[in-house]
Each structure stands twice: as C-alpha cells, then as structure tokens.
Nanobody, 121 residues
Framework: QVQLVESGGGLVQPGGSLRLSCAAS????????MGWFRQAPGKEREFVAA????????YYADSVKGRFTISRENAKNMVYLQMNSLKPEDTAIYYC??????????????WGQGTQVTVSS
C-alpha cells in the first residue's frame, strides 16, 4: 500500500485560500490516480477532486468547480489541492486517497489521516 500524509489545513476567512499537500511513500504511486475527499461533521465523506496518474485528466465536484485545482508532481510523490474563494460550507476534514479515478471512495485503496480545514470569520 501507499502511505499518504496530508498537510496544509488550517483556519481561513471566507474568500481566502489554502493549499493542501499530500505526500506519498511506500510503493510508487505513479500508476495510480489520486483523489481528494472531505467529510464534515455529521455528513458522509464526499468527493472533491481527482486526477489521473499522468495528470492529464482532472475531475471536480460541482460544488468546488472553478474554485479548487488538483495537481500532482510524480517525481516528488506529491499531490496538491489549491483551494480559492473558500466558503464556510467547505469546512471539513480533507483526505487524499490513491486508487482508480472515480468519485466513489470505494475505488480508492489507500487513505491519509486527513487535515482539518475551517472556513470562518
């Protein structure tokens, strides 16, 4: 399995930006797609964004399209989520995952521990 560690979360005001990072170790993650999911208190884990292993294809939830950007650097075993124009409803724990390109969490077989993002004034 791939070990994944997220970082970059924190408290930000509405309209602000954050960049989440996910560092991978263990077996190479290059052949795998990567995804970001989030889970707010009392809600199910939901898809945020995904990127193919080459980085040539990206997918976004409608709720974040135009505000969030997913990217990856395979040479550094890193994946990123740039989040702009943040809203209070973006508050959640954000998880990165490795697996097959999908908006279903069941298609991902490795998960990080999550990083908290709080959007509040």
């Amino acid at each position: 399995q791939v070990q994944l560690v997220e970082s970059g979360g924190g408290l930000v005001q509405p309209g602000g930006s954050l960049r989440l990072s996910c560092a991978a170790s263990g077996r190479t993650f290059s052949p795998s797609a990567m995804g970001w999911f989030r889970q707010a208190p009392g809600k199910e884990r939901e898809f945020v964004a995904a990127i193919s292993w080459s980085g040539g294809r990206t997918y976004y939830a409608d709720s974040v399209k135009g505000r969030f950007t997913i990217s990856r650097e395979n040479a550094k075993n890193m994946v990123y989520l740039q989040m702009n124009s943040l809203k209070p409803e973006d508050t959640a724990i954000y998880y990165c995952a490795s697996g097959s390109v999908s908006n279903f969490p069941e298609r991902y077989d490795s998960w990080g521990q999550g990083t908290q993002v709080t959007v509040s004034s």
